[in-house]
Every structure is written in structure tokens, then in C-alpha cells.
């Protein structure tokens, strides 16, 4: 069974580091193609914050440039987002999605296969 399961989310002071994970199960070609991280905190839409395409371009949301890093590993068809200097407007809840089937324009695009959302919380 196909399937994408993010994993490492917890709660951090603020200033503190998070590295979130993605593995995409069963998609055999993940990697190649778009592969991007959202958040969601309630009452707001979910939002983008980062992406990277099939030849390693990234693409950041504001807030986040700078502190976050997203990467990928193709032999593992696996997503990470290392984030650092967190704060606690970064409190939400996180998701990978992937969308094989795109190779560019990653980012603010739209993605059929998620993950199942990985909570992060930062107290201040």
C-alpha cells in the first residue's frame, strides 16, 4: 500500500530545533518529483511553507527562510525539514505531500498525496 508518513514533531522552547521527516512509501519515484512541507494551525488555512523540485531548487515561505531547510534524499525517497530558531508562531500542525507526477513548480502548487500531519509546538 502507497502511502506518505511524516514523523518528528514535539514540543520545543523557543529558539530550539526540530528535524521533521517524510517517507513516501510505495511511490517509487517520489523524489523526482515535487515534494513540498505545510502547516496548519486551526481556524486558518493550510499553507505551503516550503519546496523542492526534481532537480533540488527550493522554495521557502517568508517567515520561514532562513531558518528552515528542506531536503531530500532520492534513494530513500525521503522529505526533511530541519528547522531551527523556532518560535512560537511556528506552532501548528506539519504535513509532507508529494506529487510525482510534477517535476517543477513546486511550490504553492497542488499536491495529491499527504502525509497524516505531524504536530510541532514551541512555548515561549
Known amino acids: 500500500e502507497a502511502q506518505v508518513v511524516a514523523s518528528g514533531g514535539g514540543s520545543v522552547s523557543d529558539g530550539g530545533s526540530l528535524r521533521l521527516s517524510c517517507q513516501a512509501s510505495?511511490?517509487?519515484?517520489?523524489?523526482?518529483?515535487?515534494m513540498g512541507w505545510f502547516r496548519q494551525v486551526p481556524g486558518k488555512e493550510r499553507e505551503q511553507i516550503a519546496a523542492?523540485?526534481?532537480?533540488?531548487?527550493?522554495s521557502y515561505e517568508d517567515s520561514v527562510r532562513g531558518r528552515f531547510t528542506i531536503s531530500k534524499d532520492k534513494a530513500k525517497n525521503a522529505l526533511y525539514l530541519q528547522m531551527v530558531s523556532l518560535k512560537p508562531e511556528d506552532t501548528a500542525m506539519y504535513y509532507c505531500?508529494?506529487?510525482?507526477?510534477?517535476?517543477?513548480?513546486?511550490?504553492?502548487?497542488?499536491?495529491?498525496?499527504w502525509g497524516q500531519g505531524t504536530q510541532v509546538t514551541v512555548s515561549s
Open positions: 505531500a508529494i506529487e510525482p507526477d510534477r517535476r517543477f513548480g513546486c511550490y504553492k502548487s497542488e499536491y495529491n498525496y
Open positions: 510505495g511511490y517509487q519515484y517520489a523524489a523526482a518529483g515535487c
Open positions: 523542492i523540485d526534481s532537480e533540488g531548487s527550493l
